[in-house]
């Protein structure tokens, strides 16, 4: 008996639906301003994550907010100069990261090699003509070290990683490190 119930009220509700949908589709259009602006919206923001994730450059490191943390550092052959600088990245927390620029002295270029969250200590040490010790590591937690040895030919280090994936950047190195987090 339950079993009949349940058909019949399926079968009027199908039929009490049916009517009204019928009627729905043909008295309401479809609203296509409310899908175009979702459309829209969806590819903009698509278009912004792939702008930044994946045509990323240093370039668009703030200069103006930027602090020297050592004193320029001459390569054993003075070749290179090496120099860190703090960038404040604001907010609640104070973020700072640490930029090191490279200064080429027979081309005069400068190119950035290292780019990284700081920590409490941070330091540049040149271990042979072309390759530098960047030393950034926290005194007090042991486990977070951002330090990296670097050729200044060829090798950059971007702690997350966008400049590894960016298609602008991609002839501009040979190697790209970033930083490996711990899988706590």
Known sequence: MSMFIALLSGI????????????????????????????????IMICSYW?????????SISRGNMEEVTWPIVSPDETYVAIAYTESLGGAAGAVSVVVEVTNSSAEETSVIYYALANSRVSLDWVGDHVLQVTNEDYYDKGVNRSVTLDVRGDIYDERGRACKSYVMKGSFDMCYQHKRDAN
Do not use: H, K, Q, W
């Not at 296509?32 to 829209?40: D, G, M, N, P, V």
């Not at 702008?51 to 370039?59: I, K, N, P, Q, W």
């Open 12 to 43: 009027s509700a199908i039929m009490l639906f049916g009517a009204f949908g019928v009627r729905f589709a043909v008295t309401r259009r479809f609203p296509r301003r409310i899908l175009i602006a979702t459309l829209s919206s969806l590819l």
């Open 51 to 59: 702008y930044f994730e994946y045509m990323f450059t240093f370039d």
